[in-house]
């Protein structure tokens, strides 16, 4: 099948969960991630933290139009009647102290229990808690995130000229994720310590994402799924209207653009959005941020 010429189906889901989408880092396939959201009808997006990378942003200014799209994408959805539900992760972590806010129609909230159509309860959290280094060495997870970034960018030249070969996308971290053994083992760890807490609090499952690594599988009777990332695994995890779970993964239809440089110029900052009659007083998404980072 050409997946180059093949004509976009449209996704209809009662439930739709994205996070790690690092908006604000030349790293972030946006205009995959357009095109995923173009084709998705759904009742509830869960925006499951690092939407925004604050952390990126601080270094360097990045925001060019595509990001902008993703956001306002986003908003558009809200305003047509789909719930949005946003959990702030450690990259966005700025809008942790918004939670129990609306704005643009997003709800703000720090951690969500979501009911599945068969009753089991779904505890929806970020993750970066229930990583050891993002709690008792900050600075060294700064560090590896700017190891991060070069191992994104040799990527990101490398899936270029994939792209002018006509072959798919390529993610250089998710091979080595896969076959280091310190890594394979973290991501165990840290899905092992979320369901844990998840029986803990007496839910069925729970949703999660911070570590890039996309999966549905049980642990210890506990559904644990992980809807992945829009930097390396081009995930998603949705809920069908039959209540089937499934990952979606669009890594090897997605059109990546064959540019691998930042724009020349800063892009403007996209403009605040408003907010509805009544609600709490909040910048915009991306206006927020920028303020905040200064």
């Known amino acids: 099948m050409d997946h180059a010429n093949a004509a976009p189906q449209t996704i209809r889901v009662r439930t739709a969960w994205i996070s790690d989408l690092h908006l604000g880092t030349p790293g972030c396939q946006a205009e995959a991630l357009l095109g995923f959201l173009r084709d998705l009808e759904c009742d509830t997006l ?27 994408k986003i908003l558009r959805k809200a305003r047509n009647g789909t719930r949005v539900i946003l959990v702030p992760g450690n990259h966005d972590e700025f809008a942790r102290k918004y939670a129990a806010h609306n704005f643009g ?5 720090e951690e969500h229990i979501h009911v599945l ?16 280094v993002i709690q008792c060495a900050k600075w060294l997870a700064h560090v590896g995130d700017v190891a991060y970034e070069f191992i994104l960018k040799v990527n990101r030249r490398f899936n270029a000229l994939r792209a002018r070969l006509g072959l798919p996308y390529w993610s250089l971290s998710r091979y080595l994720k896969a076959r280091v053994k310190r890594a394979v083992s973290y991501i165990s760890d840290f899905e092992g310590a979320v369901a844990h807490e998840a029986k803990r609090r007496g839910v069925q499952g729970v949703v999660c994402g911070h570590i890039h690594h996309a999966e549905i599988r049980d ?44 724009p020349a110029t800063r892009p403007a900052a996209p403009q605040p959005a408003t907010r509805p009659v009544g609600q709490p007083g909040m910048p915009g998404l991306v206006g927020a941020s920028k303020n905040l980072l200064r």
């Not at 869960?46 to 956001?71: A, K």
């Not at 159509?117 to 229930?130: A, P, Y």
């Not at 829009?230 to 669009?250: F, N, P, Y």
């Open 46 to 72: 869960y925006l499951v933290g690092d939407i925004i990378d604050g952390w990126q942003l601080r270094r360097s200014w990045y925001w060019p139009q595509s990001h902008n799209d993703v956001v306002q």
């Open 105 to 109: 129609g997003v709800d703000v909230v």
């Open 117 to 132: 159509l068969d009753g089991r309860r779904l505890w929806v959290t970020h993750g970066d808690l229930f990583d050891g």
């Open 219 to 262: 642990i210890d009777g506990i559904l644990y799924c992980n809807d992945g990332d829009w930097v390396e695994s081009l995930t998603a995890l949705v809920e069908h209207h039959d209540g089937r779970l499934e990952i979606i993964d669009r890594a090897s239809t997605a059109q990546l653009p064959l540019r691998t440089t930042a």
